[in-house]
T-cell receptor
């Protein structure tokens, strides 16, 4: 089975802190994604990457950046966390060609105080 | 059915009954649709998908129906079980790439024993 692992299940940070959310997948997938999930709003795409060192903005990239130095790892960075970034963050990966199915991690619930 | 907003629609069904979860999608040009299930504390899991050249697709205990005329998607679950309790998301896509997936807000399914 595909495994997408997010390093933290819960995180509590203070306003202005730099926050790193880590995601690792074990299936050699080319495409990786970061979504945030808020009640009543579904999943919204923040950033995605289709290859090492490549990144593309999603629908809500403001306040975030990403890093993809290795194929299996995709990091989401909050340069200066704000309270409106309190949310559930979901990482996903997808294999190019063939299946279009996204495989999700279990999520990181981030609270910014 | 699904809607964008602060309140998730909730469907309560008796164990053993059939469930129908509805989704109105937004883009008539969307050519690929997916249903995901998200259990408490977990990331979304793929259930079933359908392309726009089909109007029905069946899986194990699940059926997806697509009505392009009214931009409506539904997920039918036969003989609903307590383990089916979750939030269900539909997603639409214009291309065969996960970055184009647009998720609905979700529907809560509660199964009463």
């Amino acid at each position: 089975d595909v495994k997408v692992t997010q390093s933290s299940r819960y995180l509590v940070k203070r306003t202005g802190e730099k926050v790193f959310l880590e995601c690792v997948q074990d299936m050699d997938h080319e495409n990786m994604f970061w979504y945030r999930q808020d009640p009543g709003l579904g999943l919204r795409l923040i950033y995605f990457s289709y290859d090492v060192k490549m990144k593309e903005k999603g629908d809500i990239p403001e306040g975030y950046s990403v890093s993809r130095e290795k194929k299996e790892r995709f990091s989401l960075i909050l340069e200066s966390a704000s309270t409106n970034q309190t949310s559930m963050y979901l990482c996903a990966s997808l294999t190019r060609g063939g299946s279009e199915k996204l495989f999700f991690g279990s999520g990181t619930q981030l609270s910014v105080l | 059915g699904e809607s964008v907003g602060l309140h998730l629609p909730t469907l309560s069904v008796q164990e053993g009954d059939n469930s129908i979860i509805n989704c109105a999608y937004s883009n008539s040009a969307s050519d690929y649709f997916i249903w995901y299930k998200q259990e408490s504390g977990k990331g979304p899991q793929f259930i079933i998908d359908i392309r726009s050249n089909m109007d029905k697709r069946q899986g194990q205990r699940v059926t997806v129906l697509l009505n392009k005329t009214v931009k409506h998607l539904s997920l039918q679950i036969a003989a609903t079980q307590p383990g089916d309790s979750a939030v269900y998301f539909c997603a639409e896509s214009l291309m065969e790439y996960g970055n184009k997936l647009v998720f609905g807000a979700g529907t809560i399914l509660r199964v009463k024993s």
